[in-house]
C-alpha cells in the first residue's frame, strides 16, 4: 500500500468517525434501547446456556431456556424500577430529618473554627437551594422517570424479538453473504463478539450482584436509609470501570453525614464499603473475569469519556462492551487491523509493557 493510500484511507477513517459520532448523539433516544438490549441479549444467552447445568434442565429446548431467563429479566428489571421509584417519594418525607442533621453539622462546624454567630438552614436554603426552582427541579425529575420507564420497557420489547430472531439469524447471513469466505468471516467476527462479550457480561453481573449483596449487608447492619437502593446503585455503578466503583460508595456515605450526623460512624461505614470494593476488584473480579476484554487501560478511560459524553451515564454503563465489540471488528479486517492492536492491552498473549 503506497503513502498516499494509506493517508487516503486515514483520512476516510477519520470522516467515518466524526460522522458514526454525530449520529450517534442525534440518534440517542433510538439507538440507545436498542444497543442496549442487544447487550442484555448477551447476558441473557449466556444465562440460559447456564441453566443446562442445573438437574433437568438440558432437556427444555433452548426457546423455552431463553423464555424462561427473559421473564425473570423482565421482572427483576420492573422490580428494580419500582424500588427506585419508590426510594425518591421515602427521601421526601425523611428530608426535615436531613436538615436537622444538616443544622446540627453546620453548629459543630461553627463551634470547632470558632464562628459566634451560626448560620441557621433558613440562611443556608435562601444561599444554596433556595436559589433553584423547586417546579423546575420537579418536572426534570418526572422527565427523567418517564424516559426511564419507556427505555425499560422498550429494552424488554427489543429483547424479546432479538432472541425470537436469533435462531434464524445463521439462516439469514447465508442469504446475504453468498461468498464462503465472507461468510466464514462474518461468522467468526459474531463468534468471537459473543464468546467474549457474552461471558464478561454474563461474569461481571454474578460479580456485581455479589458486591451489591455484600453492600446490602453493611448498609443494613448500619442502619443506613434505603440499603436496598444504594446497594443496587452501587452494584449497577460497578459496570462503570474505576469510577463506578468510587461513585456508588461516595452516594451513601455522603448520605449517612446527613442521616446519622457522626463522624466517626461514616468513617466506619465507608471502610467496610471500600473493604468490599477492593475484595471484589483485586480478587473476585481478577479471577472471575480474567483477560476476556482485551483493551488497554487508556482506551478504557477514553472510551468511558466519550460514550459519557455521548450518552451520559447509559453510555457509561456500555463503553467497555461497546469498545470491545469495535476492537473485535476492527481486528478482523487487514486496514482496520493496526487500530485494534493500538486498542489492545496485549498481543500474541503479551502484555503491551512487555513488548
Given at each position: 500500500?503506497?503513502?498516499?493510500?494509506?493517508?487516503?484511507?486515514?483520512?476516510?477513517?477519520?470522516?467515518?468517525?466524526?460522522?458514526?459520532?454525530?449520529?450517534?448523539?442525534?440518534g440517542k433516544s433510538?439507538?440507545?434501547?436498542i444497543?442496549?438490549a442487544?447487550?442484555?441479549?448477551?447476558?441473557?444467552?449466556?444465562?440460559?446456556?447456564?441453566?443446562?447445568?442445573?438437574?433437568g434442565m438440558?432437556?427444555v429446548?433452548?426457546?423455552?431456556r431463553?423464555?424462561?431467563?427473559?421473564?425473570?429479566?423482565?421482572?427483576?428489571?420492573?422490580?428494580?424500577?419500582?424500588v427506585?421509584?419508590?426510594?425518591?417519594?421515602?427521601?421526601?418525607?425523611?428530608?426535615?430529618?436531613?436538615?436537622?442533621?444538616?443544622?446540627r453539622?453546620?453548629?459543630?462546624?461553627?463551634?470547632?473554627i470558632?464562628?459566634?454567630?451560626?448560620?441557621?438552614w433558613?440562611?443556608?436554603?435562601?444561599?444554596?437551594?433556595?436559589?433553584l426552582?423547586v417546579r423546575?427541579?420537579?418536572?426534570?425529575?418526572?422527565?427523567?422517570?418517564?424516559?426511564?420507564?419507556?427505555?425499560?420497557?422498550?429494552?424488554?420489547v427489543?429483547s424479546a424479538f432479538?432472541?425470537?430472531?436469533?435462531?434464524?439469524?445463521?439462516?439469514?447471513?447465508?442469504?446475504v453473504?453468498?461468498?464462503?469466505?465472507?461468510?466464514?468471516?462474518?461468522?467468526a467476527?459474531?463468534?468471537?463478539?459473543?464468546?467474549r462479550?457474552?461471558?464478561?457480561?454474563?461474569?461481571?453481573?454474578?460479580?456485581?450482584?455479589?458486591?451489591?449483596?455484600?453492600?446490602?449487608?453493611?448498609?443494613?447492619?448500619?442502619?443506613?436509609?434505603?440499603?436496598?437502593?444504594?446497594?443496587?446503585?452501587?452494584?449497577?455503578?460497578?459496570?462503570?470501570?474505576?469510577?463506578?466503583?468510587?461513585?456508588?460508595?461516595?452516594m451513601?456515605?455522603?448520605?449517612?453525614?446527613?442521616?446519622?450526623?457522626?463522624?466517626?460512624?461514616?468513617?466506619a461505614?465507608?471502610?467496610?464499603?471500600?473493604?468490599?470494593?477492593?475484595?471484589?476488584?483485586?480478587?473476585?473480579?481478577?479471577?472471575?473475569?480474567?483477560?476476556?476484554?482485551?483493551?488497554s487501560?487508556f482506551?478504557?478511560?477514553?472510551?468511558?469519556?466519550?460514550?459519557?459524553?455521548?450518552?451520559?451515564?447509559?453510555?457509561?454503563?456500555?463503553?467497555?462492551?461497546?469498545?470491545s465489540?469495535?476492537?473485535?471488528?476492527?481486528?478482523?479486517?487487514?486496514?482496520?487491523?493496526?487500530?485494534?492492536?493500538?486498542?489492545?492491552?496485549?498481543?500474541?498473549?503479551?502484555?503491551?509493557?512487555?513488548?
Open positions: 500500500m503506497t503513502q498516499g493510500s494509506s493517508l487516503s484511507t486515514l483520512v476516510n477513517a477519520g470522516l467515518l468517525v466524526v460522522l458514526a459520532g454525530f449520529l450517534l448523539l442525534i433510538v439507538l440507545l434501547p444497543l442496549a442487544v447487550i442484555v441479549v448477551y447476558v441473557l444467552v449466556s444465562a440460559s446456556e447456564a441453566l443446562t447445568g442445573l438437574p438440558a432437556r429446548s433452548p426457546g423455552l431463553r423464555f424462561f431467563v427473559l421473564m425473570i429479566f423482565a421482572g427483576v428489571l420492573l422490580a428494580l424500577t419500582g427506585v421509584l419508590g426510594t425518591i417519594g421515602q427521601i421526601v418525607t425523611q428530608a426535615p430529618a436531613y436538615q436537622a442533621n444538616i443544622e453539622l453546620v453548629a459543630q462546624g461553627a463551634d470547632a470558632g464562628i459566634d454567630e451560626r448560620p441557621d433558613e440562611t443556608i436554603r435562601n444561599a444554596t437551594i433556595g436559589r426552582s423546575n427541579v420537579i418536572e426534570t425529575a418526572l422527565a427523567n422517570v418517564t424516559w426511564i420507564g419507556a427505555s425499560v420497557f422498550l429494552v424488554i427489543y432479538l432472541l425470537t430472531e436469533r435462531a434464524s439469524f445463521a439462516a439469514k447471513l447465508s442469504i453473504l453468498p461468498d464462503p469466505e465472507d461468510r466464514a468471516r462474518t461468522e467476527i459474531i463468534r468471537d463478539i459473543n464468546d462479550i457474552g461471558d464478561y457480561l454474563a461474569i461481571k453481573t454474578l460479580i456485581n450482584v455479589i458486591l451489591g449483596a455484600m453492600s446490602f449487608v453493611v448498609l443494613w447492619g448500619f442502619g443506613v436509609d434505603f440499603p436496598l437502593f444504594w446497594a443496587l446503585a452501587i452494584a449497577l455503578l460497578n459496570y462503570i470501570p474505576y469510577l463506578g466503583s468510587l461513585v456508588g460508595v461516595a451513601p456515605v455522603a448520605l449517612s453525614v446527613v442521616q446519622f450526623g457522626q463522624l466517626g460512624w461514616t468513617l461505614l465507608g471502610a467496610l464499603l471500600v473493604a468490599a470494593q477492593v475484595w471484589v476488584g483485586s480478587f473476585l473480579e481478577p479471577r472471575m473475569i480474567g483477560r476476556r476484554v482485551n483493551l487501560p482506551v478504557v478511560l477514553a472510551s468511558l469519556a466519550i460514550w459519557t459524553s455521548l450518552w451520559g451515564l447509559p453510555g457509561a454503563l456500555l463503553a467497555v462492551p461497546l469498545t465489540m469495535l476492537t473485535i471488528v476492527l481486528s478482523a479486517f487487514a486496514p482496520t487491523r493496526p487500530f485494534a492492536v493500538l486498542m489492545a492491552n496485549r498481543v500474541a498473549g503479551r502484555e503491551i509493557g512487555e513488548l
